[in-house]
Nanobody
Framework: QLQLVESGGGLVQPGGSLRLSCAAS????????IGWFRQAPGKEREGVSS????????NYADSVKGRFTISRDNAENTVYLQMNSLKPEDTAIYYC??????????????????WGRGTQVTVSS
């Protein structure tokens, strides 16, 4: 079955950048919409960004618009999240998740049924 592994997290100062990767194994991502989610201590899981199975359509939470960019390379079986201008409030565990081949994916965790274990992103000075 499909397995997802996130990487690229770490400690970064405010204003810095990180690039997260979500690598798939066991199956391909070709027919899955992919979402990035995050969860900070004491807070509910929050949708960050999502991308259609084709990569043609994306959406972003208002809190990250203009700063984050989601992309995918189906040939590499990998989805990326480029995070720029990071803020302390971006600190969270970031998860990638795979769902049905939505043309217009949503940042709704209930739409996704395969999840990675997460990677920690800490933004602090």
């Amino acid at each position: 079955q499909l397995q997802l592994v996130e990487s690229g997290g770490g400690l970064v100062q405010p204003g810095g950048s990180l690039r997260l990767s979500c690598a798939a194994s066991g199956s391909t991502l070709d027919y899955h919409a992919i979402g990035w989610f995050r969860q900070a201590p004491g807070k509910e899981r929050e949708g960050v960004s999502s991308i259609s199975y084709s990569g043609r359509n994306t959406n972003y939470a208002d809190s990250v618009k203009g700063r984050f960019t989601i992309s995918r390379d189906n040939a590499e079986n990998t989805v990326y999240l480029q995070m720029n201008s990071l803020k302390p409030e971006d600190t969270a565990i970031y998860y990638c998740a795979a769902g049905p081949p939505f043309t217009f994916p949503r940042n709704d965790p209930d739409d996704y049924n395969y999840w990675g274990r997460g990677t920690q992103v800490t933004v602090s000075s």
